[in-house]
């Protein structure tokens, strides 16, 4: 089967800055991957250059997405294919209403789906049951996109948009972070939703937590742009209970 | 909104789509300006000694004045002697119906999007088409007529009308009040009059529709809006020119009387040629436009979408004479490439218990310069006046500039006045964010843009708020990289 995603040897950085180091990683179609890794160790970076946000170099390897070059794409050409990122901090946009975006969003995709673009009415039938699955405060919906939410309303919006958005790939940058508990369990029922045998994750975490409600097939640890180690959802108990040190020495040892 | 999206796409493609020049047969004037010329002027029109009285007053005055250098715009000194002060299509016959317009005009004002078809047109808009110097048709005249209302040619009410010309020509603008009001005053060929009668709600919207073709002229048009007691008209007025290397004058002067209860809406989207990406030609667009809140409980509402000329200077105001009388100002300001702008309003406050509203949106991209200049003024009379501004910038790459520039003065004590003032900039993580959702950039850039207007579209008739956001759509082309 074609892979969704394939990183080969990716090294890449930021205003003279060297931050991926080499990362090399394969999705497969119906799995869900977990990045983790200590703060600064260039997590949301790899999110940046999968959707490909201006200003970073990539200094060799190579990103395929379902078997296209995936850093020849403008970052808009990503998304329509079926890459979204869930934003560690999701960015306001003031007098632009979040319906009115999120229909615009909805109809590129559908258009480079070959589908016809949905009006008004059958946009709001569309997400009405997505807007019940994350339990979202309709009003949010009429106002101007993430501005003046909350920061866990933010967070939830994302999972929102992904819902409506129905990516192949998602990649999820901390979605968890700054989530009451409640909240944490409605998020990740809404990743759970999406999940299918042609659909495949990269969820960014801090917190094992989070895994018990999405259940990863594989865990990476990065530290200081490398995967420095992967394996199973075994591996994430490991580092909730020992921490990134004991990977930091095996590493030393190893050198 | 909805259309919108695709809508600007298709037009994002397009540099300026009107800029293309007509083949139609013109007569000139010589340029230059003396009495002859203006004596020539006022012969061609077969005006009464009374016009030609006046016009020839206003140019004695405009000799003694000088031209104005302090708006913070900068341009080049305009040859004034270089300057074709007529220009008009030839075949203008006494029209006695629309299908008497020529063939070639009725193509241009096609290609505009203009219909002179008056079954082709939207329904519930009457136009008035004027080409260089003068109008060269009207349509729904007949269906207004019935209704008492007169609307037409300025050339034509100086002849049908000239009681109501001669009333109240002048009379919110003198030919006094300023270097290029004093030019148009003594130089203007044609524009619109309107007349709506007492108690009449004007059944459609009225509209004038502005077109530059002719080479080396200057356009000097002047409206004439009145409406009597109990009346409301809304009024939109649009505009284009070829696109040309050299500069060319547009020097307008509009007035509007409302009388007792009256309420008046003026609207325009100005879209005269702005020059190239390098600054190279586009209409230098001097404009005088005032309207008095004559009676009680009248009202005065300008609403402007600015997106061409090279240079924009206007400054749409209200005299609020009339005891709880209102007015309005409602303006979307867009400088790209190296467009300057400097617009505002005035709001003098003479009644009492007068009230206005200022909502000023300036939009920068490129090397665009624009500034926003208002004046509230409280007389000592407005006893319980209110002022409410609101002056938002919004910047588009870090080469352009905003300006804002309140004047106020206040001579009573019992009034009120808010102030607000914001400046933003689209920043790249709001691109990136739409870009991420598969928005393009310039789709990005036109819906920021289009939020940051809405409170003004909302105020614009319906189908025209679709076309001001196209426009925003066209003139922000390649804004961002
Ligand atoms: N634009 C930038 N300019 C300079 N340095 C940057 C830039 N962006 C990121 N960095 C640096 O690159 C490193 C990796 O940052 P990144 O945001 O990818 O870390 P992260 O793993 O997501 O951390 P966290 O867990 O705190 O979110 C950090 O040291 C950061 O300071
Ligand atoms: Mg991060």
Known sequence: ?255 | MSTAIPTIEEFVRSDYKYGFVSNIDTETLPPGLNEDIIRAISAKKNEPEFMLNWRLRAYRHWLTMTEPRWPKVTYPRVDYQSIIYYAAPKKKPQLGSLDEVDPELRRTFEKLGISLDEQKRLAGVAVDAVVDSVSVATTFQKDLEKHGIIFCSFSEAVQKHPDLVEKYLGSVVPHTDNFFAALNSAVFSDGSFCYVPKGVRCPMELSTYFRINTANTGQFERTLIIADEGSYVSYLEGCTAPMRDENQLHAAVVELVALDNAEIKYSTVQNWYPGDKEGRGGIYNFVTKRGIAKGRRSKISWTQVETGSAITWKYPSCILVGEESVGEFYSVALTNNYQQADTGTKMVHIGRNTRSTIVSKGISAGHGQNSYRGLVQIRPSAAGARNFSQCDSLLIGDKCGAHTFPYIEVKNDTAQLEHEATTSKIGEDQIFYCNQRGISKQDAVNMIVNGFCKEVFRELPMEFAVEAQKLLGVSLEGSVG
């Open chain 1, 1 to 255: 089967m074609q892979p969704i995603l394939e990183i080969r040897n990716l090294q890449a950085g930021v205003e003279g800055r060297h931050i991926l180091k080499g990362i090399s990683l394969t999705i497969q179609p119906g799995e869900i991957h977990a990045v983790m890794g200590p703060n600064g160790s260039g997590k949301s970076t790899l999110a940046a250059v999968l959707a490909g946000r201006e200003g970073y170099d990539i200094v060799s390897g190579e990103v395929r997405y379902l078997g296209q070059d995936l850093l020849e794409l403008d970052p808009e050409e990503r998304a329509r294919a079926g890459l979204f990122l869930a934003f560690q901090y999701p960015v306001e946009i003031p007098g632009v209403n979040s319906t009115y975006f999120l229909k615009a969003a909805l109809n590129e995709i559908r258009k480079h789906r070959g589908l016809s673009e949905m009006d008004a009415i059958e946009f709001l039938g569309f997400v009405k049951d997505k807007i019940k699955l994350l339990e979202l405060n309709e009003d949010l919906l009429k106002r101007p996109v993430n501005v003046g939410f909350s920061g866990g309303e933010k967070k939830r919006n994302e999972i929102f948009q992904m819902a409506v958005l129905e990516p192949r790939l998602a990649v999820l940058d901390e979605t968890d972070s700054g989530l009451d508990i409640d909240a944490l369990r409605v998020v990740s029922n809404g990743v759970n939703k999406l999940r299918s045998p042609q659909n495949a994750a990269l969820v960014i975490t801090h917190y094992q937590r989070l895994l018990n409600y999405i259940v990863p097939d594989f865990v990476h640890v990065l530290m200081d742009g490398r995967i420095v180690r992967s394996g199973g959802k075994e591996l994430a108990l490991e580092l909730e209970e020992r921490g990134y040190d004991w990977i930091a020495r095996e590493q030393r040892l190893a050198a």
